[in-house]
């Protein structure tokens, strides 16, 4: 009988330690497996965050590159703007400027009448004209420092002496004269406009008188 019990005492305790070393290495495991659960769990959280991140920097680089191209397509179109308005303030310019080959009208009256011609050895000339020069010496010319070489006129007393005058479809080709005299018959409401001076009377004679002749005033006075 107390072998029996001994027996019943042995097995007790052998189930008692069979169970506490069941329970120990189910904790183990439990806690192993928890810890390696709170691992995983950590480490996708980590990764998720890491994931996150990611696209963030991804979607900031984005942005940036967004920026970068918007800011540039801006100053290019900035640029452009200022080309236009260059341009365009160019073209108005040129367009306000005259142009150097556009011809600049230099007259400052106009009148059409008839020229007449005489020569300093008239009867009753002094052979020296209102202005004090003296042709006797058949000179017909006046040199002035704008228009150089030019011929002598007789002409009406509103025009002052030194008025340059220009001479078209006349008996001649066009020509420059000034206004160095004054004469009788000569001037506005007279049977002539203008009277030219030639080198003698004989001569005044022949080329005899220029009607309906275009006079233009090119500057009044000297």
Excluded: W
Aim: aromatic residues 10%; negative net charge; charged residues 25%.
């Amino acid at each position: 009988m107390k072998i029996f019990s001994y027996i019943l005492s042995f097995l007790f305790l052998l189930g008692i330690v069979t169970y506490l070393v069941i329970l120990g290495i189910q904790g183990i495991n439990f806690s192993t497996i928890s810890t390696n659960l709170d691992i995983r769990k950590l480490k996708s959280s980590d990764l998720l965050e890491y994931r996150e991140l990611q696209e963030e920097s991804s979607e900031s680089e984005v942005s940036k590159e967004a920026f970068k191209v918007e800011e540039k397509e801006i100053k290019d179109e900035e640029i452009v703007e200022e080309e236009k308005v260059e341009d365009i303030t160019l073209d108005i310019t040129a367009e306000e400027a005259p142009s150097s080959s556009s011809p600049v009208s230099d007259v400052l009256e106009t009148q059409v009448g008839n020229l007449s011609g005489y020569g300093p050895d008239c009867y009753g000339c002094s052979g020296i004209v209102a202005s004090g020069q003296n042709v006797l010496n058949g000179n017909i010319y006046y040199v002035d420092p704008t228009y150089g070489q030019i011929r002598i006129l007789a002409g009406d007393y509103s025009y002052p002496l030194g008025t340059i005058v220009r001479v078209k479809n006349s008996k001649f080709n066009e020509f420059i004269g000034i206004v160095l005299d004054r004469g009788g018959d000569i001037g506005f409401g007279k049977s002539h406009l203008f009277d030219l001076l030639y080198a003698t009377s004989k001569e005044a004679l022949a080329n005899e008188v220029s009607y309906q002749t275009t006079f233009e005033i090119l500057r009044y006075g000297y």
